[in-house]
């Protein structure tokens, strides 16, 4: 028996009233949330119109594009299941392009993606044909990891309600993060490397749920609740890192190279996750909530160098990284989307990026920013919008040492300095 979607009616509503409007292929995502041999689909974003292609042909990379910018609208625990068509041809002429498709989405999406795969991910992607004359659904999945995978059935089920029972954690996180640049750009390459080593701090560090460190297999039934700025309740969780890395991690080779400048985040971001189980997991929601964590810093970081203002040419001190922006996914339940906006940016924009690529109405009243009253131990106010990147440019040289060479090192620079000294006295 192959895995079973469980799909949202709205997604369903939604199908059909894109069959109706239908002038030719339509692609689209399916978004949703993976669990067990069942998957749970809440929404069917449709891909933006090409003009170039004019809608005659399946454009993989434009695709694709499109998938990878959904993705960082997802919050923790929503993610690209997969891929839908709605086309007049049959489903056996199909299945060529979808799993082009669906392998082309989640290659683009994974090489964004800073956080280390875990062994209970699931790995298979969906794919749905939707014939527009007929309404007949074929669904298949194909296992991603595996290149040569064969197309294997699911079975697709239609459901009310399915967005609104959720549980939702959420935490605040300091972000304290240096990166050394080898020169004076902050580059695509230099920042990632430095996110790695982030990243793996993260993922080490400590989950507490009400002020505890629960068991991974515990059931995730208390904690302290908050309520957000529309009256949803919030299981609040703190984030806490580790103050010194592992022994293992700590050995490392000699390492000496120039350093041209650095760069600098800092500030506070707002983590959320969703969970769609009768009776979730700790282990669970520490994995989703420290994902999301991660994306957005990424995120945040990957889309300030991609603006022209990060240039060389244009280089400045200080950089204030987009704000993220929480939006409903609907009037009722609890699921979020969200998108990042710029100090120049609108409300307006933000209403309409949202239309495009999810390809639903979000009203502007309901999008709002994060904020919380307490302040950070640096006394900056623990609000979303303020994370900032700060470019320092100077020279010298980052030497990182294994452990147990600090004091050999010390000793040598010693030697160098009396020999130094001598030398200056014998000149006199």
Same mark, same amino acid.
């Given at each position: 028996?192959?895995?079973?979607?469980?799909?949202?009616?709205?997604?369903?509503?939604?199908?059909?009233?894109?069959?109706?409007?239908?002038?030719?292929?339509?692609?689209?995502?399916?978004?949703?949330?993976?669990?067990?041999?069942?998957?749970?689909? #809440?929404?069917?974003?449709?891909?933006? =119109? %090409?003009?170039? &292609? !004019?809608? $005659?042909?399946? @454009?993989?990379?434009?695709? *694709?594009e499109h998938a990878r910018q959904v993705s960082r609208m997802l919050l923790g625990g929503l993610t690209v299941l997969g891929v839908f068509m709605i086309t007049d041809a049959d489903a056996k002429d199909t299945i060529t392009t979808l799993?082009?498709?669906?392998?082309?989405?989640?290659?683009?999406?994974?090489?964004?993606?800073?956080?280390?795969?875990?062994?209970?991910?699931?790995?298979?992607?969906?794919?749905?044909?939707?014939?527009?004359?007929?309404?007949?659904? #074929?669904?298949?999945?194909?296992?991603? =990891? %595996?290149?040569? &995978? !064969?197309? $294997?059935?699911? @079975?697709?089920?239609?459901? *009310?309600?399915?967005?609104?029972?959720?549980?939702?954690?959420?935490?605040?996180?300091?972000?304290?993060?240096?990166?050394?640049?080898?020169?004076?750009?902050?580059?695509?390459?230099?920042?990632?490397?430095?996110?790695?080593?982030?990243?793996?701090?993260?993922?080490?560090?400590?989950?507490?749920?009400?002020?505890?460190?629960?068991?991974?297999?515990?059931?995730?039934?208390?904690?302290?609740?908050?309520?957000?700025?529309?009256?949803?309740?919030?299981?609040?969780?703190?984030?806490?890192?580790?103050?010194?890395?592992?022994?293992?991690?700590?050995?490392?080779?000699?390492?000496?190279?120039?350093?041209?400048?650095?760069?600098?985040?800092?500030?506070?971001?707002?983590?959320?996750?969703?969970?769609?189980?009768?009776?979730?997991?700790?282990?669970?929601?520490?994995?989703?909530?420290?994902?999301?964590?991660?994306?957005?810093?990424?995120?945040?970081?990957?889309?300030?160098?991609?603006?022209?203002?990060?240039?060389?040419?244009q280089i400045k001190d200080e950089f204030c990284l987009p704000r993220r922006i929480f939006c409903p996914l609907k009037s009722s339940g609890s699921l979020y989307v969200c998108d990042y906006q710029f100090s120049d940016e609108g409300l307006?924009?933000?209403?309409?990026?949202?239309?495009?690529?999810?390809?639903?109405?979000?009203?502007?009243?309901?999008i709002y920013l994060p904020s919380f009253n307490r302040t950070t131990p640096h006394s900056l106010p623990l609000t979303d919008s303020y994370c900032h990147m700060c470019v320092n440019v100077f020279c010298s040289f980052v030497f990182f040492?294994?452990?147990?060479?600090?004091?050999?090192?010390?000793?040598?620079?010693?030697?160098?300095?009396?020999?130094?000294?001598?030398?200056?006295?014998?000149?006199?």
């Amino acid at each position: 028996m192959g895995r079973v979607y469980i799909v949202d009616e709205d997604v369903e509503e939604y199908l059909s009233k894109l069959c109706s409007q239908q002038a030719g292929p339509v692609t689209g995502l399916l978004i949703g949330q993976s669990s067990g041999q069942r998957d749970f689909v #809440v929404i069917a974003a449709p891909t933006p =119109k %090409d003009e170039e &292609s !004019a809608g $005659k042909t399946v @454009d993989k990379e434009w695709v *694709s594009e499109h998938a990878r910018q959904v993705s960082r609208m997802l919050l923790g625990g929503l993610t690209v299941l997969g891929v839908f068509m709605i086309t007049d041809a049959d489903a056996k002429d199909t299945i060529t392009t979808l799993r082009q498709l669906v392998f082309a989405v989640e290659n683009l999406i994974s090489s964004e993606q800073k956080w280390s795969p875990a062994e209970d991910d699931v790995t298979d992607c969906v794919t749905l044909h939707v014939n527009p004359k007929t309404r007949k659904t #074929v669904c298949r999945t194909f296992d991603i =990891k %595996d290149p040569k &995978s !064969a197309a $294997k059935p699911a @079975d697709l089920k239609y459901q *009310s309600g399915v967005g609104s029972c959720w549980t939702t954690v959420s935490c605040w996180l300091n972000v304290d993060l240096l990166i050394p640049l080898p020169d004076s750009r902050a580059s695509k390459e230099n920042s990632q490397k430095g996110l790695q080593v982030w990243t793996r701090q993260i993922e080490n560090a400590v989950c507490l749920i009400d002020g505890k460190k629960l068991p991974e297999d515990s059931e995730l039934t208390s904690g302290q609740v908050v309520y957000d700025e529309l009256h949803r309740p919030l299981m609040q969780c703190r984030i806490l890192l580790l103050s010194a890395v592992r022994q293992e991690e700590q050995r490392s080779a000699d390492v000496v190279q120039p350093c041209g400048g650095s760069v600098t985040v800092r500030g506070a971001v707002h983590c959320r996750a969703f969970l769609h189980t009768h009776k979730p997991k700790v282990k669970l929601a520490e994995k989703l909530l420290k994902r999301d964590a991660i994306s957005t810093v990424a995120t945040r970081v990957q889309m300030l160098l991609d603006e022209p203002l990060a240039s060389e040419e244009q280089i400045k001190d200080e950089f204030c990284l987009p704000r993220r922006i929480f939006c409903p996914l609907k009037s009722s339940g609890s699921l979020y989307v969200c998108d990042y906006q710029f100090s120049d940016e609108g409300l307006s924009e933000i209403v309409d990026r949202l239309k495009e690529m999810l390809g639903c109405s979000f009203p502007a009243c309901g999008i709002y920013l994060p904020s919380f009253n307490r302040t950070t131990p640096h006394s900056l106010p623990l609000t979303d919008s303020y994370c900032h990147m700060c470019v320092n440019v100077f020279c010298s040289f980052v030497f990182f040492l294994p452990s147990g060479l600090g004091a050999f090192m010390a000793a040598a620079a010693a030697l160098l300095a009396t020999a130094a000294s001598m030398m200056y006295y014998s000149d006199m």
